[in-house]
């Protein structure tokens, strides 16, 4: 029997997860689970849930979206592999990683405090990925740029930041058996977080300047008239 629907069925399930992870996030933002709050009682505001209802949510959040990230690792492999790259394959993978990248920025930064930490490179990456997405479709294509693995470095960064972020609830704190509106720092947590929270952060800024570096050189090889090849450029 032939596997080659593997990698695209593994992408169409990024493009699942995307809307399961930036739902969840909305949930635990609701429920007042802030990933940018690190310390004291401030770390949690009351929201219209429950943290007993919000931290399944924060779970559920990281779960679905490092799953997500998984199959962008492996839809490539797998369709290289069973050697089944398809040029709808080639279209839907960067749709997929900016729909998962995209939906989760926006959901943290509706929630996040301070805001502009997360508002400002999540804008840069976005203004960026459809900018591009808007050039490589009126173009049928990607183009030949020695900075192709640069785009790669950016995406990965992208995926790493938000997994950093989204793993603060669900490691970082517990939700007492006492009472579902009361938490409290998990053994070392908030002293990890101090440490993992502003690594998640330096991560997506980083990714913002690459991503605005790669734009604009897809933006040159784009005026430049350079032929399409099979290896989009993301």
């Known amino acids: 029997?032939?596997?080659?629907?593997?990698?695209?069925?593994?992408?169409?399930?990024?493009?699942?997860?995307?809307?399961v992870a930036a739902g969840a996030i909305v949930v635990a933002g609701y429920g007042g689970l802030q990933p940018l709050r690190l310390t004291g009682a401030g770390a949690w505001s009351a929201g219209p849930l429950s943290v007993g209802?919000?931290?399944?949510?924060?779970q559920l959040a990281l779960v679905a979206f490092t799953l997500a990230a998984v199959t962008d690792l492996l839809d490539g492999w797998e369709a290289r592999r069973l050697k089944a790259e398809s040029a709808f394959g080639a279209w839907l993978d960067p749709?997929?990683?900016k729909l998962l990248v995209g939906l989760s920025l926006v959901a943290l930064t509706l929630f996040a405090e301070p805001v502009w930490?997360?508002?400002?490179p999540a804008i840069a990456i976005l203004a960026r990925d459809g900018w591009v997405t808007y050039l490589r479709a009126s173009r049928g294509g990607g183009?030949?740029?020695?900075?192709m693995a640069l785009a790669k470095w950016k995406t990965a960064l992208e995926l790493a930041g938000i997994i950093i972020l989204l793993a603060?609830?669900?490691?970082?704190?517990v939700v007492s058996g006492h009472s579902v509106d009361f938490i409290r720092p998990s053994p070392?947590?908030?002293?990890?977080?101090?440490f993992f929270i502003p690594l998640g952060i330096v991560s997506l800024w980083v990714a913002a300047a690459l991503s605005l570096y790669t734009g604009?050189?897809?933006v040159q090889a784009y005026r430049a008239g350079e032929a399409p090849i099979s290896d989009t450029f993301d």
């Open 1 to 19: 029997m032939a596997l080659t629907w593997i990698p695209n069925t593994l992408t169409l399930a990024r493009c699942a997860l995307a809307f």
């Open 53 to 58: 209802q919000a931290m399944p949510a924060a």
């Open 95 to 97: 749709i997929a990683d």
């Open 117 to 120: 930490l997360i508002a400002i």
């Open 143 to 147: 183009h030949a740029l020695p900075v």
């Open 168 to 173: 603060y609830w669900p490691f970082f704190w």
């Open 188 to 194: 070392g947590g908030v002293a990890t977080a101090a």
């Open 216 to 218: 604009w050189r897809y």
